[in-house]
């Protein structure tokens, strides 16, 4: 009788246990694949890029962008990306509903037209800000024949072209200030706020496609695409792991009693670490954002072995001599160590570094350390720099 008491119980037990299993299994759990294969409710992790956040919540996709200021834990924008025919969910008031994907756009910068080209979306851009910001070959030709709109940027932007446009999103930098984003809104256009260029690390600034590709539905391509890129940057910066010798530089111009550092963002003081060399103005907070003073940066510049990214087109040291005498005391222009990033430019004379060059930061990376160490790159050309002689 104990026997069969015994088996009893033991039977009973299974049954429970199973019962409890099945119901477990059955239970959507936070990261549930729904019917249709999205994630319910996924984080999607970033690697490098700071300023924007993804979230997937039952097949659409929330997005929020921060500015670049230091610091900045309020997002200046938040999206919901909703895929078309697919029911608006509930939301909060402050976010942008967008349907993707988005078919007509316009850009105001060669970094977002970059990105449309590698992600093959360029046929949706239907205005650009102009040619002041964007270099590209293809859209100033457009422009010039009529087949793409110039809307204008910053406090010049025309709205009554962009309402003519009728674009899904108008992406713009987040720098142009918080006066612009409110007044798009408010001619019922939406704003795509775009923080790329402040990104301190220059895979954070690539990332960004998949910002772009969240817009476009093309996710996956998105991702594909960063992660090559990712891959080559960093066998680059692994050339220089054991490199014990690092040598000083500086980046930047005099300009009006000044030093502006606009042509050395944080992504690229960064890069020169992962070169191998040791920015002079890195533990420096710019006043205004990029300027520092003079004094300070003429000192530097007597002690820096190299002086990169000088002003605007400069290919002699000639030209950058005759912008300021003083230039005359650096070190890097006595023994000849002066580079600019114009070695590969558009039509219209403009540098490609900045439209072009950040997508494939890996380039970039490589010219630097052929210049600060080319016993690493034996034959390496350089592609976005120029000695200047």
Same mark, same amino acid.
């Given at each position: ?8 119980? =033991? ?24 019917? @249709?294969?999205?994630?319910?409710? &996924? ?29 900045? *834990? ?6 919901? $990306? ?31 037209? @970059? ?9 949706? #851009?239907? +205005? ?6 964007? *270099? !590209? ?15 204008? %940027? ?5 709205? &009554?072209?962009? $309402?003519? $446009? ?17 007044? #798009?809104?408010?001619? +019922? ?8 260029? !402040?990104?301190? !690390? ?5 990332? =960004? ?10 996710? @996956? ?11 080559? %940057? ?25 030093? *502006? ?28 954002? %990029? #300027? ?14 190299? =002086?990169? /990214?000088? !002003? ?14 003083? %230039? +005359? ?10 580079? /600019? /990033?114009? +070695? ?20 970039? $990376? ?22 200047? &002689?």
């Amino acid at each position: 009788m104990n026997h069969i008491k015994s088996s009893l119980r =033991w039977a009973l037990s299974l049954i429970i246990a199973l019962l409890l299993f099945s119901i477990q299994a059955c239970k959507p759990s936070e990261h549930a694949k729904t019917a @249709s294969g999205t994630e319910a409710n &996924e984080a999607v992790p970033l690697r490098y890029a700071k300023l924007f956040t993804m979230k997937r919540e039952n097949g659409c996709t929330r997005i929020d962008v921060f500015a670049g200021e230091k610091n900045s *834990s309020v997002p200046v924008a938040r999206y919901l $990306l909703v895929p078309r025919g697919k029911a608006v969910p509930e939301h909060d008031a402050d976010m942008l509903v967008v349907k993707t994907p988005v078919r007509r756009l316009t850009c105001d910068n060669g970094l977002e037209v @970059s990105f449309l080209d590698l992600l093959g979306a360029s046929k949706a #851009l239907v +205005g650009v800000s102009g040619k002041v910001l964007i *270099s !590209h070959d293809r859209v100033h030709r457009a422009i010039d024949d009529g087949t793409l709109a110039v809307t204008g %940027y910053g406090r010049s932007t025309n709205m &009554e072209t962009l $309402l003519a $446009l009728k674009p899904d999103v108008t992406f713009i930098i987040t720098s142009f200030g918080v006066d612009l984003p409110f007044r #798009l809104r408010s001619y +019922g256009i939406t704003p795509g706020l775009f923080s790329a260029y !402040h990104e301190e !690390h220059p895979l954070g600034v690539v990332e =960004w496609i998949r910002f772009m590709g969240a817009f476009l539905g093309k996710e @996956s391509l998105a991702e594909a695409i960063f992660r090559e890129k990712e891959a080559a %940057y960093l066998a680059m910066q692994q050339r220089v792991r054991k490199v014990q010798k690092r040598p000083t530089v500086i980046a930047g111009y005099m300009r009006k009693g000044t030093w *502006s550092t606009m042509t050395a963002p944080r992504s690229f003081v960064t890069m020169l670490d992962h070169a191998g060399a040791d920015y002079l103005f890195k533990e420096l907070e710019p006043e205004r954002g %990029y #300027l520092l003073s003079g004094e300070v940066a003429m000192q530097a510049g007597q002690q820096a072995a190299f =002086w990169l /990214n000088t !002003h605007s087109q400069a290919s002699t040291l000639q030209e950058v001599l005759t912008e300021d005498g003083r %230039y +005359g005391e650096f070190r890097s222009v006595r023994e000849g160590r002066v580079y /600019n /990033n114009n +070695g590969s430019c558009f039509r219209n004379g403009k540098t490609r570094y900045w439209d072009i060059g950040m997508t494939e930061p890996d380039q970039i $990376l490589a010219d630097l350390v052929a210049i600060f160490h080319p016993e690493l790159m034996p034959g390496h050309t350089l592609r976005y720099y120029r000695r200047l &002689e």
